[in-house]
C-alpha cells in the first residue's frame, strides 16, 4: 500500500512538471516570447504561420540574391517545413507532417538574420543554423514525424500565398490552433536532441 501511495505521488509529480513546461504562444512569435522558451519545452501554437520546403527555399533564395523582395514578410514569422497531402473533402489541408529540416540549413541562416522568427521541422540543424538562432535569438521547434493526419486536425484554414505553380510545395498560410511541437534549440543555443542523449547515457 506505501509503495502505490508513493508511486501516485511521483505521478502526479511527474504531471505537473510537465504542466509546468506546456506553453502556449500565439504566432507570430515575438522576440520576447523566443526568448522565454526553454530546449524541452512543450508548445502549443495557435495563430499564423507559413509552410515552405526545398524548392520554395530555393526560390526565396534565388530572389534575395536577385535584391529582390520575398513575396511574404517573413520578420517574426514561422515557417512550418512541410508539404501537405491533398485535402480531403469539408478539410482545409490533407496530412500534414513535417519534413527533415536539415534540407533547408543552407538556407535558414540568411532567413533567419531577416527576421524570421522560429522554424518547425524534425531533425538535426547545421551549426550554421544553431549560430543564426542564437545571434537572431530565434528557435527550432520539433514537430512529430509520422503524425501527419493528427497534426492535420490543428490546421483550420490554407492558403496558397505564393509559388503556386510548385503545387505541395508552394508557400502556404495556415491559421492553426494549438498545433503541438516541441522547443529542440532555444535562443541560447541548448539542444534537445544532445541534452536527451548525454541524460540517456547518464542514467
Known amino acids: ?5 508513493q508511486r501516485i505521488e511521483k505521478d502526479k509529480e511527474e504531471s505537473e ?17 523566443a526568448q522565454s522558451l526553454k530546449a524541452g519545452d512543450y508548445v502549443y501554437i495557435t495563430g499564423t504561420i507559413y509552410t515552405a520546403r526545398d524548392a520554395a527555399h530555393k526560390r526565396m533564395d534565388e530572389t534575395l540574391s536577385r535584391g529582390e523582395m520575398l513575396p ?3 520578420e517574426n514569422q514561422m515557417i512550418y517545413y512541410m508539404g501537405p497531402s491533398p485535402a480531403r473533402e469539408g478539410r482545409p489541408i490533407g496530412s500534414a507532417g513535417p519534413t527533415t529540416a536539415s534540407r533547408m540549413d543552407k538556407y535558414a541562416p540568411k532567413l533567419l538574420d531577416l527576421g524570421l522568427g ?3 521541422g524534425k531533425g538535426k ?25 493528427l497534426l ?27 498545433l503541438p511541437v516541441i522547443v529542440v534549440i532555444d535562443c541560447e543555443g541548448n539542444n534537445l536532441y544532445e541534452t536527451a542523449i548525454k541524460e540517456y547515457c547518464e542514467e
Open 1 to 5: 500500500m506505501k509503495c502505490t501511495v
Open 17 to 33: 512538471e510537465q504542466t509546468d513546461m506546456d506553453q502556449h504562444i500565439t504566432a507570430p512569435i515575438s522576440k520576447e516570447e
Open 72 to 74: 511574404v514578410n517573413i
Open 118 to 120: 522560429a522554424m518547425i
Open 125 to 149: 540543424r547545421s551549426q550554421a543554423v544553431i549560430d543564426a538562432i542564437i545571434r537572431n535569438k530565434s528557435v527550432y521547434f520539433a514537430a512529430v514525424g509520422g503524425a501527419g493526419a
Open 152 to 178: 492535420s486536425k490543428c490546421i483550420k484554414k490554407s492558403e496558397i500565398v505564393a509559388y503556386d505553380d510548385l503545387g505541395t510545395e508552394a508557400i502556404r498560410k495556415l491559421e492553426v490552433e494549438n
